[in-house]
């Protein structure tokens, strides 16, 4: 848990690697997952490093391997996935791979081209059988004398002109008479075909106009949807067949045809030679069917059998790709034999490290051991913070914020408590915490499976991971719900009221609003676990009483919390032994907080335990001052007003003197927190330079160097210094004015406890009075059915409004009060994350260990 509270230390360390063994080495920091490598070649082009090559080898397995797996998906083939995780193959695996994945892709590259091309065979026999069929209805109808225009031979004709000209033509025009009485040049000619239904309109009307009317049309739809073998869509198309007269017309017939890629297809004229075609049509599909599912079944058999090891394979691959990616990260000494590399370390693991190393070594059956040093480093090293499947979701919502920075406080571990009770006061409900929580639950116990169906939801994903935080704000929100006494905007009366009203039955009919008296309502012993039951049903003053409880609270809950911040600060100062802030700054901090609204707080605690409701002065409720008025007439030092006859104008001996003295204290504060920390250092900077300044006629390193004494860098050292000075002053003025007027908004900020948690019961009792209540108030069988529909529609009201809306509006407003008005107080958030080499983050990223190139 120590590295819970603070970032884990690290070392940076130098790697010595043989080259026979730094794959193997690697390979086992991979699967450790706890070094973060340092790239030592920035300026070398990614193309231009040692192990391009591999990676390219793996870029195009890769290839391969998507591409299986998109023809496995594709026939809804399922993938085995065992969950284990396979170690990195060999180096000389890598061949092997690439020839079992070679063969798999020509192999079914073959199969689905051979299996395309039977499709389209069979899609024109397919075509033809309709042609064959259709036409033979059309011959058919001509020789019966049917000599009828459909309206498909009419409806393309632009103009009533045209209309009444290809009318008039008629089918004499086109040859429809003895071939006796015609000239060889001019017998009746015909193509048939078949083209897409959407295309058939435009292509009678190109057919129309282009031929002046000279052509005869007939069509008629194929009411079975063809495949298409390109792609496998189902699409519909008609049988055409145009008749026409003349070379000419045939040439400009299928120059149409073409354009609107119409398929034509050979059709005898004699009625013989049409049924011996169609029948060696029918011989022939039946043969393709048959080869057709031959290819299927044996396209299926080699999907199925990559469909085993895809998984595997596609982690095995990574891993390769992940390795010669951190190999390329590495320097070649000059006997190109060794491989220097550095890294961050955690310096707890510093031997489990070494052992992998071992580990790595041996495998590679090299004899010479790596080599791992630490190294001095004045960087800033990387953020760790060791986190589990429960700490984890809370660690997010801190390192959204901003990664800590190195060995900085961390405020994961308090957030698992303070963040689930401040949503929890703002969402006090028995009933609405217990849906949450319950729901939460049924995530941590169905984790593992719901973890196994990965999921590009990203809604679903946020909520999975948050499963831990779900159930926690649910719980403490039932604990709320207790306290307030609220499940649906009702209570619970457990132990009874203490309350008892002396309002008789007809008084409480004929009143709507009644309200309770504690001068003669009261028992006078307070309810045993949170607020009595009574106040549920009270009048108006119920929410008065709620707004004055909630409120104090608040305000209660909120300086508390700061003060815990400034605190917090301190531990910071202490462990990077920064005296100087820890005198003039936190100690101003938490004297301006105590003195001011740790001193409204202990005001609430006085009024509540000396005022009660009674008539007995001075201490009854008419003498009780306003906390308020009270803090704004410290601040002002205004006089009081005169208090009430026979009351008390202060509510405890010496409180105008004391009031004055936290005033002025806490005004005393300011300047401190303004100017001691930038003078201080500005009168270390000067004393540091007079212990350095040479002796009078003696020469300095840098004058003998030819180097001015202004600066290391040639200018004046002087006024580099002032700049620097006036950043410190700046910045010390921009602190201070924020955290004087932050104490103020910031308590102010924490009054959203009171009125989120005042706007989601008043939105329970709305639910309950204008909705549930009308099925509740039916009576008999019908009543039944109403009060079931009424129930259903109040409960996803319910769930849909005040548990997720609702409860998503709490959780912003509680992150908002950790954020800014907690962690401002000590959380810089200025680091890095710790990212160390680990094939887990890789393989479930999928792409990770390419982002970087």
């Given at each position: ?297 044996h396209r299926h058999r080699v999907l199925v059998a990559a469909a085993k090891n895809l998984k595997n394979w596609f982690v095995k691959v990574r891993k390769i790709k992940a390795i010669y990616h951190t190999l390329n990260l590495f320097n070649l000494d000059v006997t190109q034999k060794c491989l220097i590399a550095e890294c961050w370390v955690p310096l707890l693991d510093f031997e489990i490290i070494q052992l992998a190393l071992r580990r790595g070594t041996e495998r590679s059956g090299s004899s010479v051991p790596p080599i791992l040093n630490r190294m001095q480093t004045f960087e ?324 003998v160097g030819g180097v001015s004494n202004g600066g290391p860098n040639g200018g004046g050292g002087p006024h580099e210094e002032e700049e620097e000075m006036s950043e410190i002053f700046i910045h010390q003025s921009i602190h201070t004015i924020e955290y004087v007027l932050g104490s103020v908004s ?108």
């Open positions: 848990m120590g590295s819970l509270f603070r970032s884990e230390e690290m070392a940076l360390c130098q790697l010595f690697l043989q080259s026979e063994a730094a794959y193997a080495c690697v390979s086992e920091l991979g699967e450790l997952g706890l070094v973060q490598f340092r790239d030592l070649n920035p300026d070398v082009n990614a193309f231009q490093r040692k192990f391009v090559n591999e990676v390219r080898r793996c870029d195009e397995m890769e290839r391969k391997l998507r591409y299986l797996e998109k023809e496995i998906n594709k026939d809804g083939i399922p993938m085995l996935d065992t969950g284990e995780s396979p170690e990195a193959p060999q180096p000389r695996e890598m061949i092997d791979l690439e020839a079992t994945f070679e063969k798999l892709e020509n192999e079914l590259r073959e199969v689905n081209q051979n299996a395309e091309a039977l499709k389209r065979n069979f899609l024109e026999l397919t075509e033809l059988k309709h042609i064959l069929r259709k036409t033979q209805v059309f011959f058919d109808e001509q020789e019966g004398g049917v000599n009828q225009t459909t309206e498909s031979m009419t409806r393309a004709l632009i103009t009533d002109e045209a209309r009444t000209a290809g009318a008039s033509m008629g089918p004499v025009q086109l040859g429809f008479m003895e071939k006796s009485n015609e000239r060889e040049d001019y017998l009746p000619c015909f193509v048939a075909g078949v083209i897409l239904r959407e295309r058939l309109p435009a292509f009678e009307r190109m057919l129309w106009r282009a031929c002046r009317g000279n052509v005869f049309l007939r069509q008629a739809m194929i009411e079975t949807p063809l495949e298409d073998p390109t792609n496998g869509d189902q699409v519909h198309k008609s049988v055409f067949i145009i008749f026409f007269q003349g070379d000419q017309l045939k040439t400009r017939v299928k120059k149409i045809c073409e354009g609107f890629r119409a398929t034509l297809y050979p059709c005898p004229e004699a009625p013989a030679d049409r049924r011996e075609m169609a029948m060696g049509v029918m011989t022939r599909i039946e043969d393709l069917n048959t080869v057709l599912g031959q290819t299927q079944d800033n090293p990387p953020t760790y913070n060791r986190t589990n499947k429960f700490t984890k979701a809370f660690q997010a919502l801190i390192d959204a914020y901003g990664v800590a920075s190195y060995r900085e406080m961390n405020p994961a571990p308090y957030t698992i408590i303070t963040f689930p009770f401040l949503f929890a006061v703002m969402f006090g409900d028995l009933g609405h915490g217990a849906i949450m929580a319950l729901f939460g639950l049924w995530m941590i116990r169905k984790e593992k499976g719901l973890a196994a169906q990965k999921t590009d939801n990203e809604i679903w994903n946020i909520f999975f991971g948050g499963r831990y935080i779900i159930f926690l704000m649910g719980v403490f929100s039932m604990y709320t719900g207790l306290i307030y006494n609220d499940i649906f905007s009702k209570s619970l009366n457990i132990f009874g009221s203490h309350w008892q009203m002396s309002y008789n039955k007809s008084t409480v009919m004929e009143n709507k609003y009644l309200q309770l008296s504690p001068k003669e309502d009261y028992e006078g012993s307070p309810y045993p676990f949170g607020m009595d039951p009574i106040w549920q049903v009270a009048g108006s003053n119920k929410i008065i009483f709620h707004n004055a409880y909630k409120m104090k609270i608040s305000i209660i809950f909120g300086v508390t919390h700061m003060i815990f911040g400034v605190v917090m600060s301190w531990h910071n100062h202490t462990y990077f032994r920064n005296r100087i802030s820890m005198i003039y700054e936190f100690i101003p901090q938490l004297a301006f907080l105590l003195l001011l609204f740790f001193y409204m707080v202990l005001l609430m605690f006085i009024k509540w335990i000396k005022f009660a409701a009674t008539n007995e002065k001075p201490y009854s409720e008419a003498c009780a001052p306003s906390i308020l008025i009270t803090f704004i007439d410290m601040v002002l030092f205004n006089t009081p007003k005169p208090a009430p006859e026979g009351c008390e104008l202060y509510m405890f001996w010496g409180q105008h003197f004391v009031q004055v003295l936290f005033v002025v204290l806490a005004v005393g504060c300011i300047p401190i927190m303004l100017l001691a920390k930038p003078m201080l250092i500005m009168q270390a900077r000067k004393l540091a330079n007079e212990e350095v300044q040479p002796i009078a006629g003696a020469s300095s390193d840098a004058e910031h308590t102010a900020s924490y009054l959203r406890l009171w009125a989120l948690s005042l706007a989601h019961a008043q939105l329970a009792e709305v639910l309950w009075t204008m909705v549930l209540s009308i099925g509740l108030k039916q009576e008999g069988w019908f009543g039944g059915v109403i009060l079931t529909c009424v129930f259903a529609f109040w409960a996803i009201l319910t769930v849909g409004i005040l548990v997720l809306m609702e409860g998503l509006s709490a959780f912003l407003h509680t992150l908002r009060l950790h954020w800014v008005e907690f962690q401002s107080k000590f959380y810089k958030g200025q680091g890095y994350a710790f990212q160390p080499f680990s094939f887990d983050a890789i393989i479930e990223n999928g792409s990770a260990a390419t982002e970087a190139e």
